[in-house]
Protein backbone atom coordinates (compact mmCIF):
# COMPACT_ATOMS: atom_id res chain seq x y z
CA UNK A 1 0.00 0.00 0.00
CA UNK A 2 2.68 2.24 0.98
CA UNK A 3 4.45 1.98 -2.89
CA UNK A 4 0.83 2.97 -4.41
CA UNK A 5 0.30 5.32 -1.68
CA UNK A 6 3.90 7.13 -2.47
CA UNK A 7 3.30 6.94 -6.31
CA UNK A 8 -0.11 8.54 -6.25
CA UNK A 9 1.03 11.73 -3.99
CA UNK A 10 4.26 12.08 -6.33
CA UNK A 11 1.90 12.20 -9.27
CA UNK A 12 -0.60 14.25 -7.41
CA UNK A 13 2.38 16.92 -6.34
CA UNK A 14 2.67 18.83 -10.16
CA UNK A 15 0.16 21.07 -10.66
CA UNK A 16 -0.19 19.95 -14.02
CA UNK A 17 -0.74 16.84 -13.51
CA UNK A 18 -3.61 17.88 -10.94
CA UNK A 19 -4.74 20.22 -14.00
CA UNK A 20 -4.74 17.45 -16.62
CA UNK A 21 -6.66 14.76 -14.28
CA UNK A 22 -9.10 18.08 -13.87
CA UNK A 23 -9.48 17.88 -17.20
CA UNK A 24 -10.33 14.51 -17.79
CA UNK A 25 -13.17 15.06 -15.31
CA UNK A 26 -15.27 15.95 -17.98
CA UNK A 27 -14.61 13.50 -20.43
CA UNK A 28 -11.64 11.07 -21.71
CA UNK A 29 -9.51 13.18 -24.53
CA UNK A 30 -7.29 12.69 -26.75
CA UNK A 31 -3.57 13.35 -26.23
CA UNK A 32 -3.35 16.58 -28.36
CA UNK A 33 -6.25 17.80 -26.58
CA UNK A 34 -4.60 17.35 -23.34
CA UNK A 35 -1.54 19.58 -24.36
CA UNK A 36 -3.50 22.07 -26.43
CA UNK A 37 -3.81 24.38 -22.83
CA UNK A 38 -0.64 23.99 -21.48
CA UNK A 39 2.38 25.99 -22.94
CA UNK A 40 4.69 23.00 -23.19
CA UNK A 41 6.07 20.60 -25.68
CA UNK A 42 3.83 17.76 -26.37
CA UNK A 43 6.78 15.34 -25.33
CA UNK A 44 6.47 17.13 -21.61
CA UNK A 45 2.82 16.72 -21.54
CA UNK A 46 3.39 12.52 -22.34
CA UNK A 47 5.83 12.52 -19.57
CA UNK A 48 3.11 13.77 -17.48
CA UNK A 49 1.00 12.03 -18.79
CA UNK A 50 3.06 8.43 -18.08
CA UNK A 51 3.50 9.40 -14.58
CA UNK A 52 -0.45 9.56 -13.90
CA UNK A 53 -0.74 6.12 -16.01
CA UNK A 54 2.18 4.76 -14.17
CA UNK A 55 0.05 6.31 -10.66
CA UNK A 56 -3.21 4.43 -12.23
CA UNK A 57 -4.80 7.45 -11.94
CA UNK A 58 -5.07 7.17 -15.76
CA UNK A 59 -5.11 4.76 -18.22
CA UNK A 60 -4.59 5.23 -22.15
CA UNK A 61 -6.08 3.56 -25.31
CA UNK A 62 -4.92 3.77 -28.65
CA UNK A 63 -8.14 4.21 -31.04
CA UNK A 64 -6.52 4.13 -34.29
CA UNK A 65 -3.82 6.48 -34.81
CA UNK A 66 -4.99 8.64 -31.89
CA UNK A 67 -4.22 7.83 -28.13
CA UNK A 68 -6.54 8.34 -25.67
CA UNK A 69 -6.70 9.26 -22.02
CA UNK A 70 -9.35 8.14 -19.52
CA UNK A 71 -9.42 9.03 -15.99
CA UNK A 72 -9.86 6.41 -13.79
CA UNK A 73 -12.55 6.94 -11.06
CA UNK A 74 -11.22 4.67 -8.15
CA UNK A 75 -7.67 5.53 -8.54
CA UNK A 76 -7.98 8.24 -5.57
CA UNK A 77 -10.05 6.16 -3.59
CA UNK A 78 -6.70 4.32 -1.58
CA UNK A 79 -5.43 7.93 -0.98
CA UNK A 80 -8.88 9.45 0.30
CA UNK A 81 -9.01 6.63 1.94
CA UNK A 82 -5.69 7.12 3.98
CA UNK A 83 -5.59 10.97 4.07
CA UNK A 84 -9.39 10.81 6.27
CA UNK A 85 -8.01 8.28 8.05
CA UNK A 86 -6.70 11.63 9.74
CA UNK A 87 -9.62 12.75 10.35
CA UNK A 88 -8.54 16.98 9.06
CA UNK A 89 -9.50 16.29 5.21
CA UNK A 90 -12.94 15.91 4.75
CA UNK A 91 -12.41 15.92 0.97
CA UNK A 92 -9.39 15.66 -1.43
CA UNK A 93 -8.12 19.62 -1.14
CA UNK A 94 -5.13 18.82 -3.30
CA UNK A 95 -3.83 22.24 -2.97
CA UNK A 96 -3.78 22.56 0.80
CA UNK A 97 -2.24 18.83 0.32
CA UNK A 98 0.53 20.84 -1.98
CA UNK A 99 1.53 23.49 0.35
CA UNK A 100 2.17 20.92 3.21
CA UNK A 101 4.55 19.35 0.79
CA UNK A 102 5.93 22.26 -0.66
CA UNK A 103 6.47 22.82 3.61
CA UNK A 104 8.49 19.35 4.03
CA UNK A 105 10.41 20.17 1.57
CA UNK A 106 8.86 16.81 -0.83
CA UNK A 107 8.18 19.12 -3.70
CA UNK A 108 11.40 20.65 -3.72
CA UNK A 109 12.85 17.22 -3.89
CA UNK A 110 10.93 16.29 -6.58
CA UNK A 111 11.48 19.12 -8.81
CA UNK A 112 15.62 19.07 -7.96
CA UNK A 113 15.24 15.28 -9.03
CA UNK A 114 13.51 16.31 -12.85
CA UNK A 115 16.41 18.70 -13.24
Known amino acids: MAATLDTVFMALADPTRRAILSMLLEDD ?6 AEPFAMS ?3 ISKHLTV ?3 AGLISQEKRGRVKWCKLEPDALREASVWMQGFGQMDGLDLDAFEQFLASEGVILAEEEAEQ
Not at 29 to 34: L, P
Open 29 to 34: MAVTDV
Open 52 to 54: LAD
Open 42 to 44: LAA
